[in-house]
């Protein structure tokens, strides 16, 4: 009787207290001159992960990849915020919609 009374208070004690959560990495990604500054990064397995995107051009960019299944129009001088994850091991491409020729990236997944 003992032991069913503790394990009450621990499940008592663990549903009423506050949940721990963990932040999502963040990665800062710059657009200038039409190109993305890093142009390549890296981010774990499994794991959600924030871009910050920032858009130093005077003009707006379209952050696009269709394998991470996300676009977003930046205006010049702005920032967005982009959560990507959790992903398998893989590289995934993304580029800006507007000036593609220039504006490439990769996200690798290790």
Known sequence: MKSLSVL???TLLFILSPKVVMAAPIVE??????LFF?????IPADTKVKLLVFN????AEEFESYELNREKVIAGGTKATIF???LPQGRYPFFGEFYPKTAQGVVVVE
């Open 8 to 10: 009450f208070l621990l």
């Open 56 to 59: 130093d051009d005077p003009t």
């Open 29 to 34: 990604i710059r657009i200038k001159d039409h």
């Open 84 to 86: 990507i994850g959790p």
């Open 38 to 42: 890093p142009n390549e990064i890296v």
